[in-house]
């Protein structure tokens, strides 16, 4: 144990659960986000910085910060806001919405025109505001519904809100793109001893998937429609990369 | 054993080539297209995100992980007798397939770094971080009794002697 109690964790802690801000996920926290040194972590947190608490949360927060889900504010207005993904995400949620309503009245015709054609329908997921992966489930969830919609739209009612071609796109490579970020929150998020001993090793990988990764497997929104009962894994993709001369050294090496 | 700088690094290119075509579609796509700005937009949005929240993973850091009681091979066993044999059993075996992938991975950053940028500076990487030798040299002496057989000790034998 000598490892762990030089940064305050101690043997009873090994039993205790390791969430949301329990000490012991405090401890944890500030090995993640200071090697452990009390002082800086008080530091950190003074200066708006992040402050120990469970991995998945701090994963969470990473996760949200990127997409402006989680909200900075400076003298009560909001600075951290990202337009590509927020105009796209309210869009999406209002299409989600309509079909997906409380009541259900709405989701029952949807499903009702689906199954006319011998298609599946399903509840989209609504994120909710604390476990901000939610939203890239959203997206998985909205790409497997796509052919659903699109026809529901067209065919059946026109006043469903359905998001542009472009923005399924852009929904498509979004999605990708945090594909790995969404798996270190789940990665990370049990309730475990060991969790918090495995999640910087998942923050290497992460890292290092991210500076090395150039190829994303994109779903591939131009391909002929797809049942919205296909499971995300056999949805059609199409590879992308942000680096055009990586992707021409692949043509070369093909 | 000795065995000359270009011959371990000759090996290194050959073990990590293996490893590459095996793991990776990096060599096997030829359809790839360019994402959307706003998308490779999002990749650095989140790359920075995670620097501000977990900071630069270095090497000393990973080592101080590596040799924590909760992910080390000799630690584990604190634990194995803390929670059981099965339990702790598992938790050691997947303590060293992570800490084996994680090795792996950054053996393979630095050695494209290395080979990149051509200086054979062997000890510091461009951006002036100690690597390899402390990380290589724990894990060799960590594994050599033991675990003569596991990828990590072949790698840092290689690295090390």
């Not at chain 1, 401890?27 to 009390?38: F, M, Q, Y």
């Not at chain 1, 659903?148 to 999605?175: M, N, R």
């Not at chain 2, 359809?31 to 630069?56: P, V």
Request: aromatic share 8%.
């Amino acid at each position: 144990m000598l490892g762990l109690e030089r940064v305050g964790i101690e043997m009873e802690d090994i039993f205790r659960s390791v969430n949301d801000n329990c000490s012991t996920a405090v401890k944890a926290g500030r090995l993640i986000v200071a090697g452990g040194d009390e002082a800086l972590a008080a530091a950190q947190k003074a200066e708006g910085g992040p402050k120990p608490a469970c991995d998945m949360h701090l994963g969470s927060l990473a996760f949200g910060l990127a997409l402006s889900l989680v909200e900075r504010r400076r003298g009560g207005r909001v600075i951290n806001r990202w337009a590509p993904f927020q105009d796209l995400f309210k869009d999406l949620k209002k299409m989600v919405n309509y079909v997906s309503d409380k009541k259900n009245k709405r989701f029952h015709k949807y499903k009702e025109a689906l199954e006319g054609i011998q298609q599946t329908a399903f509840l989209i997921s609504m994120p909710n505001s604390t476990r901000v992966a939610g939203a890239h489930i959203m997206m998985q969830e909205a790409l497997r519904s796509k052919g659903a919609l699109t026809y529901y739209q067209s065919c059946k009612c026109q006043e469903l809100p359905i998001i542009s071609k472009e923005q399924w796109k852009l929904l498509a490579q979004f999605e990708a793109v945090l594909r790995p970020a969404m798996k270190l929150c789940f990665d990370i998020q049990g309730d475990r001893v060991e969790i918090a001993g495995e999640s910087v090793l998942a923050l290497v990988r992460l890292k290092i998937e991210y500076e090395e990764e150039e190829v994303y497997e994109v779903v591939d929104t131009d391909a002929d429609a797809w049942d919205a009962g296909t499971s995300f894994s056999s949805l059609p993709t199409i590879k992308m990369t942000p680096n055009t001369a990586r992707s021409l050294l692949d043509d070369d090496i093909s | 054993m000795m065995i000359s700088r270009e011959f371990s690094w000759y090996l290194s290119l050959t073990c990590l080539f293996s490893y590459h075509t095996h793991t990776s579609s990096y060599y096997t796509s030829h359809t790839h297209r360019k994402l959307d700005d706003h998308a490779i937009t999002l990749i650095k949005r989140y790359k920075n995100s995670l620097e501000e929240y977990f900071g630069d993973v270095t090497d000393d850091r990973l080592l101080a992980f590596a040799v924590n009681p909760i992910l080390a091979t000799e630690g584990c066993d604190d634990i194995q007798v803390l929670l059981g044999e099965e339990e702790g059993d598992d938790l050691k075996n997947r303590a060293e397939k992570l800490l084996a992938e994680s090795i792996l991975k950054i053996a393979d950053k630095l050695l494209t770094d290395k080979s990149s940028s051509g200086n054979g500076d062997d000890n510091e990487s461009p951006n002036g971080m100690l690597y390899s030798f402390d990380v290589y040299s724990c894990l060799y002496k960590r594994y050599r009794n033991t675990h003569i057989h596991h990828p990590l000790y072949t790698l840092a034998r290689r690295r090390w002697e």
